[in-house]
């Protein structure tokens, strides 16, 4: 069965960061696109961050570029998201989920696997 399980969300003033993991089982992780989410209250859920495991291609949404980096430990099944300069905007449910190597940010229904997400709360 395909898994993934967040961690490393947290409550954090604005400026500050924090390291996001999403760690993988049940499938071939080379062969899959990862990407991070987010849904803050009463908003859609939007496209934050994605990798192919691939060829680590990268996609960052404008509103994050130049403050998290996405990266991707293929042996340990496991990617990250730090981010960097925080802002109270940033405060959402964050979910990391897993599609075809084709699959696109943009899109949510290229990503069929989610994880149960972790809150990621920022106070100005």
């Known amino acids: 069965e395909v898994q993934l399980v967040e961690s490393g969300g947290g409550l954090v003033q604005a400026g500050g960061s924090l390291r996001l993991s999403c760690a993988a089982s049940g499938f071939t992780f080379d062969d899959y696109a990862i990407g991070w989410f987010r849904q803050a209250p009463g908003k859609e859920r939007e496209g934050v961050s994605c990798i192919s495991s691939s060829d680590g291609s990268t996609y960052y949404a404008d509103s994050v570029k130049g403050r998290f980096t996405i990266s991707s430990d293929n042996a340990k099944n496991t990617v990250y998201l730090q981010m960097n300069s925080l802002k109270p905007e940033d405060t959402a449910v964050y979910y990391c989920?897993?599609?075809?190597?084709?699959?696109?940010?943009?899109?949510?229904?290229?990503?069929?696997?989610w994880g149960q997400g972790t809150q990621v709360t920022v106070s100005s």
């Open positions: 989920a897993a599609g075809g190597a084709g699959s696109s940010c943009l899109s949510l229904g290229d990503f069929g696997s």
